[in-house]
């Protein structure tokens, strides 16, 4: 008996955007539902008129590249395409082939080296830990046929060991559906969006989906159901907001107390941020230094360039500089000492990790930590960071974290002291102390001049 094979059309939307995409590699998806897979199935076929096409089909495992081959299998035996061999292909009436893949294991990333293949479609590609394991597989993407030019089409969802260099590459570097030209190699890229909404077959036929989707808990929520991906699982910096935490520059106030940041490092990015401090308490980081391959003498002159004029109450920086010795001309110094010859002052951070984080996440959620949306590796290496997987209370250590542990050391060198108060019972904060304290100074030089002088309304004579 036949079986009723009815043909698949693409939803207007994101399925049909996805499928007239002419850029080299494409990222499909973001939230749950929105048919990515039966799309993906369909674009590899576009081109099996060609006897010499060659396809490859990439899942993260055999159990999910199992799973794709009952769908695929399905639909392309409306096209006379039949699955054979071991590992599975798919064979076309006119000599077409899809051969299918996955990645067990290390090896796996450089098995199809020497390849020629003009369409590969990577599923889940946040499942691929590192960029480079990603371009290893998009080597074996090219083509030597006129008639059909070489593309990669990936679908994912937020999460997973690759999300921050998958965001990074797809989400964060053009809006969506606009295409980015990379500068080095001319290549273009698209990321399209699709949510569940996107698929009304899905939508009519289990309803339910979506109610489950939205009950939930965060960060699951909004990563699989509005595809969020500034929030995922296992992800560090929950309270971290970018609608309440990152704003556009407005001007410092002169008053405001201003202070500076330093994360050290030479193979390994420095990372340096400027703060200004409100009466209030609300910190804000307007501007950031990201930088590599920079001495002592060479950072310390990039800091003094961007600092301009500017007075700081304090820089403080990574404790382990101002103990580590480097040989200058016939003596040994540390970090410090040598920011010291070039005119930058320090003090050592309180290396306190867990403390530190706490204080970042309440600074955050109570919108007390706020950063200028010029600091754009600030903003986009603060959402990647990742729970240690050792201690849920940290922070996972990698090769993007200098810019969080800059921010941490500046937090941790201002302390918030219980038990102070003004004379009323009510406690004032460590930055009303601050500005206290630079006020009186300056009432104080002018007081002097004018051979008066008078208590300071907050702390009193003893300050």
Excluded at 122 to 148: D, H, K, N, V
Excluded at 231 to 237: A, C, D, L, N, T
Excluded at 308 to 315: A, I, R, S, V
Excluded at 400 to 419: A, F
Aim: glycine share 8%.
């Amino acid at each position: 008996m036949a079986v009723d094979r009815p043909k698949w059309v693409p939803h207007p939307g994101p399925q049909t955007r996805a499928l007239q995409v002419t850029a080299f590699e494409t990222l499909f998806g973001g939230a749950r539902g929105p048919g990515k897979t039966d799309c993906a199935i369909v674009w590899m076929a576009k081109p099996i008129a060609f006897p010499r096409y060659r396809g490859l089909v990439i899942r993260r495992n055999a159990k999910d590249l199992a799973d794709w081959l009952d769908r695929a299998e399905f639909m392309y035996a409306a096209m006379g395409g039949k699955v054979v061999g071991q590992p599975p292909e798919i064979r076309f009436p006119s000599g077409a082939k899809i051969r299918t893949g996955h990645l067990k294991d290390e090896n796996a990333y450089t098995a199809y080296q020497g390849h020629e293949y003009q369409r590969i479609n990577i599923e889940e590609l946040t499942q691929i830990p590192t960029e480079e394991q990603y371009l290893m597989l998009l080597g074996s993407c090219r083509s030597t046929l006129p008639e059909i030019d070489a593309r990669v089409f990936n679908t994912s969802n937020p999460g997973g060991a690759g999300h921050s260099w998958v965001r990074k590459r797809f989400v964060s570097v053009a809006a969506p559906g606009v295409q980015y030209t990379d500068p080095k190699t001319g290549l273009t890229r698209v990321f399209i969006p699709g949510k569940v909404t996107d698929n009304p077959t899905l939508m009519k036929i289990d309803p339910r989906y979506l109610g489950w989707l939205d009950s939930l808990p965060e960060p699951l929520r909004s990563a699989w159901r509005d595809g969020n991906w500034d929030v995922f699982i296992g992800q560090f910096f929950k309270t971290f907001d970018r609608m309440v935490n990152v704003v556009r520059p407005y001007r410092i106030p002169e008053h405001w107390v201003k202070y500076r940041s330093v994360d050290y490092g030479y193979g390994a990015p420095s990372a340096v941020g400027w703060y200004a401090s409100s009466e209030t308490g609300k910190l804000v980081m307007y501007r950031e230094l990201w930088i590599t391959d920079q001495t002592y003498e060479q950072l310390a002159d990039e800091i003094k360039l961007l600092s301009g004029g500017e007075h700081y109450q304090h820089t403080v920086v990574d404790p382990s500089i101002c103990n580590k010795r480097e040989q200058r001309g016939e003596s040994f110094m540390t970090g410090s000492e040598i920011l010291a010859t070039k005119g930058i002052y320090v003090i050592p951070g309180d290396n306190n990790r867990i403390e530190g984080w706490r204080r970042m996440h309440s600074l955050f959620s109570m919108g007390k930590l706020e950063i200028f949306d010029t600091c754009l590796k600030t903003i986009e290496t603060i959402p990647a960071q990742q729970h240690s997987k050792t201690n849920v209370e940290d922070m996972q250590k990698n090769n993007t974290d200098h810019m969080t542990d800059s921010i941490r050391y500046m937090v941790m060198s201002r302390p918030m002291p219980s038990g102070l108060g003004d004379g009323t019972g009510e406690s004032i904060s460590y930055d009303q102390r601050v500005h206290a304290f630079v006020r009186r100074r300056r009432e104080r030089i002018a007081n002097a001049r004018r051979g008066s002088c008078r208590v300071d309304p907050i702390l009193g004579s003893k300050w």
